[in-house]
Every structure is written in structure tokens, then in C-alpha cells.
């Protein structure tokens, strides 16, 4: 599964650096993938002058390692989330093909959860909480794509509240 997520991301990413068109805009929709915590699909949508929002689809738990203490349990596997932001954000250049962005939003987790009650069966455990993050985007000129590194945090307020979990990641994404 990992081979095949890395070929895809390699052919989605030589055929992006191929084309020709005109330069990046950031005042509409996009899609790409983000690789982190968490990884996904990644959309976002750029409107007005400085503001986005942001969704990421994709798993949850990989990054930082399977198996981690999680109340009274463990989680031992990867798990699907959902995480949206509003963005602020604005260029750092005056070419505007490097802008910073923070933003504040939720997230929704579903992991296995294994409690010591169950002995080693595991729960459907379904997760939220709040999360923010900041990051950088760079624009290539006369490219239709954009490249991101960011970082942010993720405090759960349901099953297990305060549970902390460090939000990174880099990715690509399709400006049309």
C-alpha cells in the first residue's frame, strides 16, 4: 500500500511540474495531498483577500507511530480523520509567491482503541477536538501548483480531553 501511495504521489507530482500554464492563483479552489499527520487528500479554498478554509480527509496516527497510549488503553493502528481550518493568510513577498498562513478549526478521529477491559479486542473509538495550525506556501511562478510545510496541534475535548497530539505535514496542491 505504501509503494503504491508513493508511486502515485510521484506520478501526480512529475506530471504537475510539467505543465505549462498560467501562473499560480490563490484566490480559488485547490486540491493536492498533504503527507503528516494527518495524511490525506487535501482541498482548499481560497476567498477574499486573505482567508481560506481548508480540509483535510485522509489518516490519522501514522506519523508519530501506530501504537500509542490513549486513556486507560492503546491505539495500535492507523485510523481515519477529518480536520478543517480558517486561514488568515498573506504574502511575504512581493511577487506573493510565498505566503504564510495560521488558522483554527476541528478535527474528527476514528481509531481502534484497545482498553485493558477488552482484553486485546479493541472499540471503535470516535475522537474531537479543536486544532490549529500555521504554515508556508510557495507559489512557483507560471505553474498551476503549490507546495506547503506547516505544523500545528490538536487538543481532543471528546473521549479523552487535554489528549495532545503534535499536526505536521508537507504537500502538493492543484491550483484551478
Known amino acids: 500500500m505504501r509503494k503504491l501511495f508513493l508511486v502515485m504521489s510521484l506520478a501526480l507530482l512529475s506530471s504537475l511540474m510539467t505543465l ?7 484566490n480559488n479552489w485547490s486540491v493536492g495531498f498533504r503527507v503528516g499527520e494527518p495524511s490525506g487528500i487535501n482541498i482548499r479554498k481560497y476567498f477574499g483577500g486573505n482567508h481560506a478554509f481548508d480540509l483535510n480527509i485522509g489518516t490519522y496516527g501514522g506519523l508519530y507511530g501506530t501504537k500509542r497510549s490513549y486513556r486507560s488503553g492503546e491505539y495500535k493502528n492507523v485510523g481515519l480523520t477529518i480536520q478543517g481550518h480558517f486561514l488568515w493568510h498573506t504574502a511575504l ?4 509567491s510565498l505566503r504564510a498562513y495560521y488558522g ?3 478535527q474528527i478521529n476514528n481509531r481502534r482503541y484497545y482498553p485493558p477491559r477488552l482484553n486485546g479486542e479493541y472499540e471503535n473509538a470516535l475522537s474531537l477536538g479543536g486544532s490549529g495550525i500555521g504554515g508556508l506556501e510557495f507559489f512557483p511562478a507560471s505553474k498551476p501548483y503549490s507546495f506547503f510545510l506547516e505544523t500545528g496541534a490538536y487538543v481532543e475535548v471528546l473521549q479523552a ?12 496542491r492543484y491550483n484551478f
Open 20 to 26: 505549462n500554464a498560467a501562473q499560480a492563483q490563490y
Open 93 to 96: 513577498t512581493k511577487s506573493e
Open 104 to 106: 483554527f478549526g476541528g
Open 161 to 172: 480531553p487535554f489528549f495532545l497530539s503534535l499536526n505536521t505535514g508537507l504537500g502538493l
